[in-house]
């Protein structure tokens, strides 16, 4: 009889500790999935050193999930752009988020280069105006083509003294 009594004690023991772990794992599974408002950050990394790219994926309150492509480029990597050009128009030249390279005019030729111009070495980009250029541009390879668009469009600010 007593044997009887310590297996039915021990079955409610099995069963109690069943229904709290399995409490607990719903705990977790909620907790984790996060809440509908939340969102999810995937880093992409590629082959050169410091080259990133951030895709965040916002989880609205349908379950359709967008993808938004955040780019940090080299010579600004705390910046965030949206899009894929970027337009310095003190110095007339563009910087390419998807290729990652700078786009100028060299003498009568556009030039196409991973490296700064040489104009623009000692400049800091990050203090420098910079016009973001709409995503009609995103798809365009030759953005040069838009040059004088974009010098009478994006005027240089001028500095302001006291």
Do not use: C
């Not at 079955?11 to 907790?31: C, D, Y």
């Not at 994926?57 to 955040?70: A, D, G, L, M």
């Not at 040069?144 to 240089?156: D, G």
């Amino acid at each position: 009889m007593i044997l009887v009594l310590l297996a039915a004690e021990q079955k409610q023991i099995a069963m109690k500790t069943t229904i709290r772990l399995s409490i607990m794992a719903l705990i977790a599974v909620a907790m984790t999935t996060g809440s509908v408002e939340g969102q999810n950050v995937e880093r992409e990394r590629h082959h050169r050193d410091h080259d990133e790219k951030v895709v965040v994926v916002k989880r609205e309150r349908y379950p359709h999930h967008r993808r938004v492509i955040v780019y940090h480029p080299v010579w600004g990597p705390r910046l965030t752009y949206h899009h894929r050009w970027v337009y310095f128009p003190r110095y007339n030249f563009y910087w390419d988020n998807v290729r990652r390279v700078y786009v100028y005019r060299n003498n009568n030729v556009w030039v196409v280069n991973a490296a700064i111009p040489i104009f623009a070495v000692r400049v800091n980009l990050n203090a420098e105006q910079k016009v973001e250029l709409p995503d009609r541009d995103d798809s365009v390879d030759n953005i040069q083509n838009q040059n004088s668009e974009h010098v009478s469009l994006y005027k240089v600010e001028q500095e302001r003294r006291h």
